[in-house]
Antibody, heavy 124, light 113 residues
Framework: EVQLVQSGAEVKKPGESLKISCKGS????????IGWVRQMPGKGLEWMGIIYPGDSDTRYSPSFQGQVTISADKSISTAYLQWSSLKASDTAMYYC?????????????????WGQGTLVTVSS | DIVMTQTPLSLSVTPGQPASISCKSSQSLLHSDGKTYLYWYLQKPGQPPQLLIY???NRFSGVPDRFSGSGSGTDFTLKISRVEAEDVGVYYC??????????FGPGTKVDIK
């Protein structure tokens, strides 16, 4: 059974750093891209970026480039999303999701399995 | 970026009745390979999104056959033949023909009358 298990909720102050995680199991972690999706309170879904754990190839949405860092440790089947200096506007639920690219091209892929989400609250 | 729009943004349905959601994209989602990269997700209250339909009309594993997708080019539709109480939530369409980023529609909130 494919599972993505995310780290727990975080409460941080503006300016602090943070790294949240997403551990995959039940499939070959190095053979699928993992993506991150933001959902601000009461809002819709925003695609942030993806990483291929096999070689750490990473692609970002222009809206999130430079704002976050996506990484992965294939030895422990875990992907990460990190901030160096949080802002109040980073308050959101963050989901990781596995991307299936049926045709060997992530540009034609889709998210098929999702983590349970990590709620990040940034407040002074 | 490709802009996705959905109508209606909210829908109240009587159990057992059909429901339909429209999704339109600002550019054609038809790839040169002949496939169309349009997906539908359902986010039930307090849960992560779940994949319902991939490539316009293919139901994902375990998705009931009361859900169906159709459309082409820039116009797509998700239909629920007979709405059940467990179908409440927000439905999103998503495109993946142009990356980055994949873009989602604004969502259609479905509840039960």
């Amino acid at each position: 059974e494919v599972q993505l298990v995310q780290s727990g909720a975080e409460v941080k102050k503006p300016g602090e750093s943070l790294k949240i995680s997403c551990k995959g199991s039940g499939y070959s972690f190095t053979s699928y891209w993992i993506g991150w999706v933001r959902q601000m309170p009461g809002k819709g879904l925003e695609w942030m970026g993806i990483i291929y754990p096999g070689d750490s190839d990473t692609r970002y949405s222009p809206s999130f480039q430079g704002q976050v860092t996506i990484s992965a440790d294939k030895s422990i089947s875990t992907a990460y999303l990190q901030w160096s200096s949080l802002k109040a506007s980073d308050t959101a639920m963050y989901y990781c999701a596995r991307l299936t690219d049926k045709y060997g091209d992530f540009r034609r892929g889709y998210f098929d399995y999702w983590g349970q989400g990590t709620l990040v609250t940034v407040s002074s | 970026d490709i802009v996705m729009t959905q109508t209606p943004l909210s829908l109240s349905v009587t159990p057992g009745q059909p429901a339909s959601i429209s999704c339109k994209s600002s550019q054609s989602l038809l790839h040169s390979d002949g496939k169309t990269y349009l997906y539908w997700y359902l986010q039930k209250p307090g849960q992560p999104p779940q994949l319902l339909i991939y490539e316009v009309s293919n139901r994902f594993s375990g998705v009931p056959d009361r859900f169906s997708g159709s459309g082409s080019g820039t116009d797509f539709t998700l239909k629920i033949s007979r709405v059940e109480a467990e179908d409440v939530g927000v439905y999103y369409c998503m495109q993946s023909i142009q990356l980055p980023p994949f873009t989602f529609g604004p969502g259609t909130k479905v509840d039960i009358k």
